[in-house]
Nanobody, 118 residues
Framework: QVQLVESGGGLVQPGGSLRLSCAAS????????TAWYRQAPGKQREFVAA???????DYADSVKGRFTISRDNAKNTVYLQMNSLKPPDTAVYYC????????????WGQGTQVTVSS
C-alpha cells in the first residue's frame, strides 16, 4: 500500500525549531512535486511551502525566512525545517506529494500536530 507517513511534530516553545518528515512508502519509482499545508483549529487548510519536480521552492509569506522545504529523492522523503516558531504556527501539518507509479499520482499524509506554546 502506497502512503505518505509524517513524523516530527510535537510541542515546542516560541523561538524553537522542529523538523517534519514525510516519507513515501510502498512501491513507487520516484517522488515529484511536494508541498506542506497546515490547518489550525477553526480555520481552513492553508499553503505553507512547496518544491517543484525541478527543485524550485515557494513559501507562504508568513513563513518565509523561517521555514525550509527540502527533499531527499533517494529516500523518497520530504522535510520541512521550521525555525523561529511562533504560536500562530500551531496547526496540524500535512504533506502532499506526487508519486510515480507508472503515472504521477497525488497523495496526502495523515497530518502531524505542531504546537508552539510556552
Amino acid at each position: 500500500q502506497v502512503q505518505l507517513v509524517e513524523s516530527g511534530g510535537g510541542l515546542v516553545q516560541p523561538g524553537g525549531s522542529l523538523r517534519l518528515s514525510c516519507a513515501a512508502s510502498g512501491s513507487i519509482s520516484s517522488i515529484g512535486a511536494t508541498a506542506w499545508y497546515r490547518q489550525a483549529p477553526g480555520k481552513q487548510r492553508e499553503f505553507v511551502a512547496a518544491m517543484s519536480r525541478s527543485g524550485n521552492t515557494d513559501y507562504a509569506d508568513s513563513v518565509k525566512g523561517r521555514f525550509t522545504i527540502s527533499r531527499d529523492n533517494a529516500k523518497n522523503t520530504v522535510y520541512l525545517q521550521m525555525n523561529s516558531l511562533k504560536p500562530p504556527d500551531t496547526a496540524v501539518y500535512y504533506c502532499n506529494a506526487e508519486l510515480l507509479r507508472g503515472v504521477w499520482e497525488d497523495y496526502w499524509g495523515q497530518g502531524t500536530q505542531v504546537t508552539v506554546s510556552s
